[in-house]
C-alpha cells in the first residue's frame, strides 16, 4: 500500500533562511511524487512534481524538491524563505501503476520576519 | 482554481437531513475526487471518478454516495447528514489517475 510521511508538523523558520519541508514515502512502482501548499481558507494550490528525469525539480514560488531514489525522500526546499510561505505543505504520492493519490498528514511552515 | 467551481462554498445544516454538494470543471479532466479535511487527519479521500458514470469508493466513503451523469459535474450526497460530516469538502480534478491533481475552493459544511 502507497503512504507518505511528513515527519514534522510544524517547521519555523527565519525570513531570508533556507527551508526544508521533508517527505518520505512508500509506493509500490515508480513514483510520482507532488508538493501541494495550502492558504487558510483556500483549496490546495499544485507547487511542483516528480514523475521521471532529473532528481531536482523546479516549481513555482522559488520552490524545488529533490527525489532521492534510494532514501524514498521527496524534500521540498528553498533557498531564501519569506514571510508569505508560511502556510500549511502537503507532499503526495502515487504511481506508475495509475494508483490514486495518498496525502501526508501536512507541515505547517512558519516564516517568521 | 483551475476551472474548478464548488457550491454552495458554505452551508448550515441539520442532523438527519440530505445534502448535496457539487463540483463543477470547465477542463474536461477524465477523473474527478471528493475529499474531506480535518484536524489532525489531513486529506481523505471519499469517492472518486474515473468518467461518466464510473465511480468507486475511498477511504472514507460510508454515509456518502456520489453520481457523474455529465464529464463537467460531480456531485456528493448526504442521505442523512451526521455531525461527524461536519469538515471541508475538497473536489479535485485529474486528467488521469495518478496524474497532477487540481483543487476546487472548498466547500464548509457544519452539521447542527
Known amino acids: 500500500a502507497q503512504s507518505v510521511a511528513q515527519p514534522e508538523d510544524q517547521v519555523n523558520v527565519a525570513e531570508g533562511n533556507p527551508l526544508t519541508v521533508k517527505c518520505t514515502y512508500s509506493v509500490s512502482g515508480n513514483p510520482y511524487l507532488f508538493w501541494y501548499v495550502q492558504y487558510p481558507n483556500r483549496g490546495l494550490q499544485f507547487l511542483l512534481k516528480y514523475i521521471t528525469g532529473d532528481n531536482l525539480v523546479k516549481g513555482s514560488y522559488g520552490f524545488e524538491a529533490e527525489f532521492n531514489k534510494s532514501q524514498t525522500s521527496f524534500h521540498l526546499k528553498k533557498p531564501s524563505a519569506l514571510v508569505s510561505d508560511s502556510a500549511l505543505y502537503f507532499c503526495a504520492v502515487s504511481s506508475d501503476y495509475g494508483q490514486n493519490f495518498v496525502f501526508g498528514p501536512g507541515t505547517r511552515l512558519s516564516v517568521l520576519p | 482554481d483551475a476551472g474548478i467551481t464548488q457550491s454552495p462554498r458554505h452551508k448550515v445544516t441539520e442532523t438527519g437531513t440530505p445534502v448535496t454538494l457539487r463540483c463543477h470543471q470547465t477542463e474536461n479532466h477524465r477523473y474527478m475526487y471528493w475529499y474531506r479535511q480535518d484536524p489532525g487527519h489531513g486529506l481523505r479521500l471519499i469517492h472518486y471518478s474515473y468518467g461518466v458514470k464510473d465511480t468507486d469508493k475511498g477511504e472514507v466513503s460510508d454515509g456518502y454516495s456520489v453520481s457523474r451523469s455529465k464529464t463537467e459535474d460531480f456531485l456528493l450526497t448526504l442521505e442523512s447528514a451526521t455531525s461527524s460530516q461536519t469538515s471541508v469538502y475538497f473536489c479535485?480534478?485529474?486528467?488521469?489517475?495518478?496524474?497532477?491533481?487540481?483543487f476546487g475552493p472548498g466547500t464548509r459544511l457544519l452539521v447542527l
Open positions: 479535485a480534478i485529474s486528467e488521469w489517475g495518478g496524474e497532477t491533481q487540481y
